[in-house]
């Protein structure tokens, strides 16, 4: 048994190097490009949106699975279907040269203008639901992790770059200004 972990030992100790050179590798790239800032937004967006699994693994109870984990997964496998689907319809659009230069306004697409993003928020929250569980006190905090998600594609890259392109695209066409008064930006209902 002692050579069988000294062997994977070994064998972990090699990847980590690898993984350690590759990673400098990359840092310096991106030094030299002056990149070093995507990079650094990515490793907190990752961090950010994992939080509730990694509070989740941190966490020693050992509760039997309730009503907030079916819940939480029902929520996520709903956002995964719905983010499937949207990308689904939305290449298959794309795909027909009947629809070029033309918006998509069937399927999903009908009752949101980023079904996609809807669906990839639904997972978020639904896997913090599943984790929320078995958090307490402190650990809560990772409620960030779908907030973040929300604010970043409602207010800072997805749905404002998106909705900006469209206008410039098709701003001054009829349809497209009859889809944009009748079809909610995200949730396929108007809340206010």
């Keep these: 048994m002692l050579m069988i972990g000294s062997v994977m030992g070994n064998a972990l100790m090699k990847f980590a190097a690898v993984d350690f050179g590759i990673q400098w590798v990359l840092w310096v790239v991106a030094a030299l490009l002056r990149t070093e800032r995507f990079y650094d937004l990515a490793g907190v ?3 950010v949106t994992l939080l509730p699994t990694l509070m989740l693994n ?3 109870k050992d509760k ?3 009503f ?3 819940l939480g997964w029902g929520l996520w496998t709903v ?4 983010e499937a689907v949207a990308d689904q319809q939305k ?4 795909s027909d040269p009947e629809n070029a230069g033309k918006f998509i306004r069937s399927g999903l697409w009908a009752y ?3 079904p996609n993003y809807m669906g990839e928020i639904l997972q978020w929250t639904g896997l913090f639901i599943s984790a929320s569980s078995v958090l307490s006190g402190v650990q809560y905090i990772s409620i960030v992790s779908p907030l973040f998600i929300w604010y970043l594609l409602n207010y800072v890259s997805g749905i404002p770059i998106l ?3 469209a206008m410039k695209k098709w701003g001054s066409d009829p349809a497209f200004q009859d889809y944009i008064r009748n079809t909610p930006v995200l949730w396929p209902l108007k809340l206010f």
């Design 79 to 82: 956002g995964f279907i719905t």
């Design 45 to 47: 967006w990752i961090f």
């Design 112 to 114: 949101s203008r980023h």
């Design 58 to 60: 941190l966490e020693k």
């Design 91 to 94: 290449w298959k659009f794309r």
């Design 68 to 70: 907030q984990d079916y």
């Design 64 to 66: 039997p699975l309730g």
């Design 163 to 165: 909705e900006q392109h």
